[in-house]
T-cell receptor, first 112, second 107 residues
């Protein structure tokens, strides 16, 4: 069984659209994360939730909004997509903040 | 200047060689993570350490808190070790990532 899953795996969409990426973990972890990996392969944290509460909110455009309906899910909604949003987005979870993380397979977003 | 610096950026080794990747950080940390990203894109956490040394198979990670430095060693390297290795320092609520070391092990 997959520990951290993301859907979709690939997402191609046009500028201006709104899209969501879903993340689910079945590890019973309290903390979940969203990362963005750009074309230069640099990994950058975007958000972190602990027990459904936002604890890390890096400087990202407010077009990006995380939603955590429960501890096992952390979805990422992106409004008014721009070309620069094209990247691979990784979800991860850990037992607690700063603990060892388990990563999802990534979602490759392409904005045309 | 990045809070976390890795070296080298790129590394090519012959199969069987001993490999060392270095990570220096400038922030006070609660833990240091080593991640491995496979050519296919998947990311795996290798180690999380806050002091001393950890070993897992052919991989060894060390950290010197006073010198703010960590190393990842791979003994008897193998082509399947070819990947990008990423160092990340955390203060609990903040994460600082290195730019990664791309390792290629040639048979």
């Amino acid at each position: 069984d997959t520990a951290v899953s993301q859907t979709p795996k690939y997402l191609v969409t046009q500028m201006g659209n709104d899209k969501s990426i879903k993340c689910e973990q079945n590890l019973g972890h309290d903390t979940m994360y969203w990362y963005k990996q750009d074309s230069k392969k640099f990994l950058k944290i975007m958000f972190s939730y602990n027990n459904k509460e936002l604890i890390i909110n890096e400087t990202v455009p407010n077009r990006f909004s995380p939603k955590s309906p429960d501890k096992a899910h952390l979805n990422l909604h992106i409004n008014s997509l721009e070309l620069g949003d094209s990247a691979v987005y990784f979800c991860a979870s850990s037992q607690g903040p700063g603990s060892e993380q388990y990563f999802g397979p990534g979602t490759r977003l392409t904005v045309t | 200047k990045n809070e976390v610096e890795q070296s080298p950026q790129n590394l090519t080794a012959q199969e069987g060689e001993f490999i060392t990747i270095n990570c220096s950080y400038s922030v006070g940390i609660s833990a240091l993570h080593w991640l491995q990203q496979h050519p296919g894109g998947g990311i795996v956490s290798l180690f999380m350490l806050s002091s001393g040394k950890k070993k897992h198979g052919r991989l060894i990670a060390t950290i010197n808190i006073q010198e703010k430095h960590s190393s990842l060693h791979i003994t008897a390297s193998h082509p399947r070790d070819s990947a990008v290795y990423i160092c990340a320092a955390t203060t609990g609520n903040q994460f600082y990532f290195g730019t990664g070391t791309s390792l290629t092990v040639i048979p």
